[in-house]
């Protein structure tokens, strides 16, 4: 709505100049820019995030019930797949059912480890379940953009158990056929 009023104000100042040649080349460039901004963040593959967050939302259940929408925006963000970090947080959290001590009590979405300690443990903590969904999204987000965009290819530095991968891609499956 903001740029919709920019366009019109600007519009009327040049239509007092009558420089209608450079308007018209300044609103088609505005709209395209427009556009281009929200395909980029509102679609991904040709389907729409809120097609995405309800995907998302029938398998999120307990401490991230209806975070469908919070992690495909914050995802497509950092240009990683919403479906690949859902599915990564699945099998991190069991959240598919119950949500793990650790996500319930730390709101650690991603098995990450570090400092503030939960409960004296290895295991960081967060503040917030947000703050620990960005937390997990940024971590993957760095495999991406190391070209490690795949369950087989971030498995072996991400998670110990050789199966990681496989999970990780049922989870997938299941997420856009749902």
């Known amino acids: 709505m903001l740029k919709l ?24 460039t505005t709209i395209d820019h427009f556009e281009n901004e929200y395909i980029k963040y509102n679609y ?17 259940n307990s401490t991230l019930k209806d ?8 995802s ?3 240009n990683v797949d919403p479906y690949l970090v859902t599915a ?8 598919k059912w119950t949500c793990s001590s650790l996500v319930r009590k730390c709101n650690n979405v991603g098995g990450n480890k570090g400092k503030p ?14 703050e620990g969904i960005k937390f997990a999204i940024n971590v993957l987000s760095k495999y991406y953009n190391n070209g490690k965009t795949t369950p087989e290819l971030i498995g072996p530095k991400y998670a110990s ?8 891609n049922n989870y997938i499956k299941k997420l856009k056929n749902s």
């Open 161 to 168: 158990d050789p199966k990681w991968a496989s999970r990780v």
């Open 117 to 130: 300690s939960c409960n004296g443990g290895s295991y960081r903590k967060f503040d917030t379940i947000e």
């Open 5 to 28: 009023f920019l366009i019109l104000s600007i519009f009327s100042i040049f239509n007092s100049s009558k420089d209608y040649k450079y308007m018209d080349n300044y609103i088609s």
């Open 76 to 78: 497509l963000s950092k």
């Open 67 to 74: 975070k469908g929408m919070f992690i495909a925006k914050y």
């Open 44 to 60: 991904y593959k040709e389907e729409s995030v809120e097609d995405i967050a309800k995907k998302l939302n029938k398998l999120l």
């Open 88 to 95: 990564v947080i699945l099998q991190e959290t069991g959240c």
